[in-house]
């Protein structure tokens, strides 16, 4: 994949928060939670599922955020990683896993978040369990990773995330400063 492609994703991966905030608040949890303490009652009835370390990605030390998503958002990180994995087969790079960053957010820690972050704003997509943020730059893998190498990564990231957005599956932010694509699920959970 030429720069120039990769170039033409990123510019393409632009959804602004006047496109996917009331989505996101239809589409998710609609209480913005306080503390992590009021999690637990929309596990119990399904409302939101944990994510974990699997063979597809990682998820990060998450300082401000919960590693809880609307079923339909876990879905769509699972497929997005296993499309990203299935892009790599017969590469060196076969096994690589994504790094996810940020998922579910408390009003709390965006407080916290934004005395540190320019991108956090208190009407977050992260409120409402239907985003998450998978790190375009750093990768897991047990070998180190070349600056060519991320950048053929990020291309072929941006190449799948686009092909969600496409396929109306998803919002994608590219985020320069943070480096990492925020994306926004499109389906409603039932």
Request: hydrophobic share 30%; net charge positive; glycine share 2%.
């Amino acid at each position: 994949m030429k720069c120039k492609e990769y170039e033409y994703f990123s510019w393409q991966l632009n959804d602004s928060i006047h496109n996917y905030l009331e989505g996101s608040y239809l589409n998710g949890i609609k209480k913005t939670l306080k503390y992590p303490n009021e999690i637990s009652p929309y596990l119990i009835k399904g409302e939101l599922k944990k994510i974990q370390n699997n063979k597809y990605y990682i998820i990060d030390s998450l300082k401000h955020s919960y590693p809880f998503l609307i079923p339909n958002a876990e879905k769509l990180l699972n497929d997005i990683a296993v499309k990203f994995q299935e892009k790599l087969t017969n590469t060196n790079l076969k096994g690589i896993r994504l790094i996810v960053t940020s998922v579910l957010r408390t009003s709390t820690t965006i407080k916290q978040l934004r005395r540190r972050n320019k991108n956090a704003i208190r009407h977050s997509a992260h409120l409402h369990g239907t985003t998450f943020d998978i790190d375009y730059y750093e990768y897991n893998h047990k070998n180190k990773i070349t600056i060519s190498e991320r950048e053929i990564l990020r291309d072929i990231l941006a190449k799948t995330l686009f092909d969600f957005r496409k396929n109306e599956k998803c919002w994608v932010t590219y985020e320069k400063y943070q480096t990492c694509f925020h994306i926004v699920s499109k389906e409603k959970s039932t």
